[in-house]
Nanobody
Framework: QVQLVESGGGLVQPGGSLRLACVASGSIFTIYDMIWYRQAPGKQRELVARIYSGGITNYADSVKGRFTISRDNAKNTVYLQMNSLKPEDTAVYLC???????????????WGRGIQVTVSS
């Protein structure tokens, strides 16, 4: 099985920065897309940023120019650098990875449990 663990969340003042990390462990042959989502209370889950296996990235309009997604394939880790944070960035952030656990197995969608980010003065 594949386990994902997020870290790096917390409370930060508006204008501050946080760096989230999501580490995958377990049976991993290949990781394809790596995605960060967020969900605020009473709102739908929103795709924040995606990084493809080749390194191409895309972002939600609301975070362009402020957030940067990156990956370290050797460490099975995806990062989200969040700068110039705003109160509206407050949400639970979840990582989602497209993983082939073994060479002969099918690709699957795996989720972390989420981590709270709160932007408040």
């Amino acid at each position: 099985q594949v386990q994902l663990v997020e870290s790096g969340g917390g409370l930060v003042q508006p204008g501050g920065s946080l760096r989230l990390a999501c580490v995958a462990s377990g049976s991993i042959f290949t990781i394809y897309d790596m995605i960060w989502y967020r969900q605020a209370p009473g709102k739908q889950r929103e795709l924040v940023a995606r990084i493809y296996s080749g390194g191409i990235t895309n972002y939600a309009d609301s975070v362009k120019g402020r957030f940067t997604i990156s990956r370290d394939n050797a460490k099975n880790t995806v990062y989200l650098q969040m700068n110039s944070l705003k109160p509206e960035d407050t949400a639970v952030y979840l990582c989602n990875l497209d993983v082939r656990p073994r060479a002969w197995s099918s690709r699957g969608d795996y989720w972390g449990r989420g981590i709270q980010v709160t932007v408040s003065s």
